[in-house]
């Protein structure tokens, strides 16, 4: 099986987020952390377009690089996950994620960071699988279940795709073939260099 | 107070605050390789899962163009 990898087809994402809602419900993520958010561009113009973005869990990637505690690590399917339990909450993540995917829940009364949270491509995290502490600390492990993230699969208009890298990229590849023409598979190329994009 | 009370006291402080500097009173280690994730590994996907997986992607493909 290749790596696992997500694509928003944003000729086809309409912005309903339903991704958004449907990640915060599977993980019960606290207030002030969204995992998933949609990112429209040119609002009311044409040529409006809405991506939804979350961690892309990349090649090579920079939040794994810049871990002064190296909290993070990939699993044998290339999702990058990171263990809550060494986690200093430091933020460098944030800064090198060219997505803006790490975020920082508040924990206390003046404003200090806790430990980094995200999209964990519902794999879980290092704990014991479909546990109760992995759940609390990291949300739902559905890969675990033979299931793929949730926000994919129930995208109404098929726009997130999340899954098999060559499977993602054929089906791509067809609806682009299909339609003539496509949206260049945002955030591909920075997240998955030499993939093609 | 004598000197001898309060050197007592001082050192039985200082012992206490000792203690607390164990390695094994602490979850994070204190010593760790540059670059090498140093927590619990994570479980593995089984064969079986994998595939399940793999035909659960074409669910995905749905709808036309």
Known sequence: MARMKFLCDAERCIECNACVTACKNEHEVPWGVNRRRVVTINDGKPGERSI???CMHCSDAPCMAVCPVDCFYQSAEGVVLHNKDLCIGCGYCFYACPFGAPQFPQVGNFGSRGKMDKCTFCAGGPEEANSDTEFKKYGRNRLAE????????MCATKALLAGDGDQVA???RERVVGRGFGSGAWGWGKAYPGSGS | MNMRTIRFFS?????GLLAGCQERESENPFLKEKGVYSGKPDETLNDDTREQLRR????QRGGSI
């Open chain 2, 11 to 15: 050192l039985a402080i200082l012992l």
């Open chain 1, 52 to 54: 939804s973005v979350a």
């Open chain 1, 170 to 172: 054929n089906i791509y």
């Open chain 1, 146 to 153: 033979g299931k793929l993230p949730l926000c994919a699969e």
């Open chain 2, 56 to 59: 659960r992607m074409n669910i």
